[in-house]
């Protein structure tokens, strides 16, 4: 059973007016945004269940779009998002869905970057402002973004898990969770690594080139 | 673990073997459980504390043009009408602040949750209103938000705070009694008095649904805040004229967790029911679908 604290119950700074439909949103929208390294060019949402039915009155859409600019749940330009991803020629695009999902507060991500390649993510806010995030690229994942998280993009081929940990020991990282997940064997594949400490990026970048089966690491 | 609490019994006890505040053991718990040093924790408190009286000020400035879909500019009318109130003005004027930092949450503007987003405006209205007429400082009221912490963990621990789970008693009840508690000890009530008050603030809102129109933490939120204000500031004053809660504050929490699992779902956050499913909360929430 969850053991409560003193800022479980003072807490946290957030803008209103609901921590699961905006404070939660603005979380799932900055996942986003560090999964495109911090630079969305372009987004497609779409919001499902309750996110699309009370979304627009809880401002929902205006958190997602200030999450993929970077700004946290607590940051006041959450209100003028909308002006402020223009202006950065930031394009987001929203659509409303009756299709049924897991949860009801759940939004699907879809961001360009920079350089062209897109991410999709699925993540729902579950309640008080703490998220999940169920699909990356299509696969099946589940974190909350509680913990410092690695995401590893890889081939699903023997040795590629022992080169990343061995990374993470040389560097004295402890990891807290850890799950790798597949779309079929030999294919692509993913890990999603929970440390208790943050991953620098010299870090991630001396993973990236740890095992020629990786192709991609991602900081969350 | 010398300082951790899951009941009223059990923080009274740690609270009179040690002789200290209820304040002082939510702190020692705090620094127990997490590691961190009594300045950092105060200073989280502090910063909390600043944000929660911006959000009153905000609320109550009339250059503040920031609405929600159904609600803003009551906390000022109910302000302006402090000075003739049936209830005292300092009530009225604390009743005001607490509608302010509501309709700034509707209004997509910043706030401290306490417990929760939707019931935001009762704690920091009680605190800085009725601290501001005691001339407390700020190190003064981060206690009484200690304090305030110290009653919330346990209603969370033994039912809950939240209205998809329990109802408005759950969000603006256990806001209610965190303030009432909290006053309690600012205006040198003993431990034991502090959670008579905060056990009466439950009671008198137990069973209180959360019917939100359109789902919108707008309409009857802001004047729930109204009502849980005025609630701790009367449970408050009651445990300090030495009125006793004859069910004890344990049980009256555990008596709310109850009540809050057998409740209907159309009362809890669903907007099927109570308020959202009268007509005019019906047409109201059709409007407002999609638009902003």
Known sequence: MKQFHLFDLIGPQMIGPSSSHTAGAARLGNVAWRLAEHQVRKAYVTLYGSFATTGAGHGTDRAIAAGLLGYPPEDERLRDSFALAKEQGCEITFQYSDEKRRHPNTAKITVERKDGATIELVGASIGGGSIEIQEINGMEVSFGCDYPTLLIFHYDRPGVIHSVIGVLAEKNINVAFMRVIRSSRHQRACMVIETDTSVESAVAAQIRTANPDIWEVCRL | ?292
Not at chain 2, 79 to 97: E, I, P, Y
């Open chain 2, 1 to 292: 673990m010398k300082y951790q609490f899951q009941s009223g019994q059990e923080l009274l006890q740690i609270s009179n073997e040690e002789g200290i505040s209820i304040s002082e053991v939510m702190l020692r718990s705090e620094m127990e459980h997490s590691g961190r040093s009594k300045e950092d924790i105060l200073e989280e408190l502090m910063d909390n504390l600043q944000v929660m009286k911006r959000s009153i000020e905000t609320g109550l400035s009339p250059e503040n043009n920031n609405r929600g879909v159904f609600s803003g500019g009551d906390a000022i009318r109910m302000l302006r009408f402090a000075q003739n109130s049936h209830m005292g003005s300092s009530m009225a004027k604390t009743v005001a602040a607490a509608m302010a930092v509501a309709e700034v949450n509707a209004s997509m503007g910043k706030i401290v949750a306490a417990p929760t987003a939707g019931a935001s405006g009762i704690l920091p209205a009680v605190l800085i209103c009725c601290g501001r007429e005691q001339q407390a400082d700020d190190c003064t009221l981060c206690r009484g938000l200690l304090t305030a912490g110290a009653v919330g963990c346990i209603i969370a621990q033994n039912a809950c705070i939240a209205g998809a789970s329990g109802g408005c008693q759950a969000e603006t009840g256990t806001a209610a009694a965190m303030a009432a508690a909290a006053l309690t000890e600012l205006s040198q009530g003993q431990p034991h008095t502090a959670l008579h008050a905060a056990a009466m603030a439950l009671k008198n809102c137990m069973g209180l649904i959360c019917d939100p129109v359109g789902g919108l933490v707008e309409c009857p939120c802001v004047k729930r805040n109204a009502i849980g204000a005025a609630n701790a500031l009367l449970s408050c004053d009651m445990a300090l004229a030495g009125i006793e809660s004859l069910i004890p504050f344990d049980e009256v929490v555990c008596a709310m967790g109850r009540v809050g699992q057998q409740m209907h779902p159309d009362f809890k956050e669903t907007a099927r029911g109570g308020l959202a499913a009268t007509p005019t909360g019906q047409r109201l929430a059709e409007q407002c679908v999609y638009r902003r």
